[in-house]
């Protein structure tokens, strides 16, 4: 029993940090009170979490989201596992610089003035592109 309550006050530590719901934590600790249901679970999550990650991998390869299901594979096995959590810590902070850059009014400012000058950049090329060639896709090479 002395058990259980350190891994349920993990539990709720936890919780709060992934901000897990009620019925989520619950179901979870109903599970961690027997043994093999626990074993199981821990499996399924290893399995499921490993496909996800094994099709990102594809992905990168093939069309499709790779690095979306890289990162998602990697959220399921963290449920479970604290080496894919480690794994995840780079992506974290660097959400979490993202965020703060974003928040960042000189930031925002420097972003605003970069789009700026894409978007002026590709109006000049289009402009360009339309004097020369008029409206026509004939001299791009994809088009021939």
Known sequence: MENFES????????RKKYL???WLEALRLKIARNRVLEI???VAVLVVG????????????????GWAAIV??????????VWAEVLLEPLQRFIQWLARR??????????IVFVALVLVSLALGLWW????????????????
Do not use: C
Not at 50 to 65: E, F, K, N, T
Not at 129 to 144: A, H, I, V
């Open 7 to 14: 891994e349920s006050i993990k539990a709720q530590r936890d």
């Open 20 to 22: 897990r719901p009620g």
């Open 40 to 42: 199981v679970y821990r």
């Open 50 to 65: 490993l496909a996800i990650l094994l099709a990102g991998l594809a992905m990168l390869i093939l069309p499709g989201p």
């Open 72 to 81: 998602l594979g990697l959220l399921v096995l963290a449920t479970e596992f």
């Open 102 to 111: 974003a928040k960042d009014p000189r930031a925002r400012a420097q972003n």
């Open 129 to 144: 592109y339309l004097n020369r060639y008029g409206l026509t896709l004939e001299p791009l090479p994809f088009f021939n």
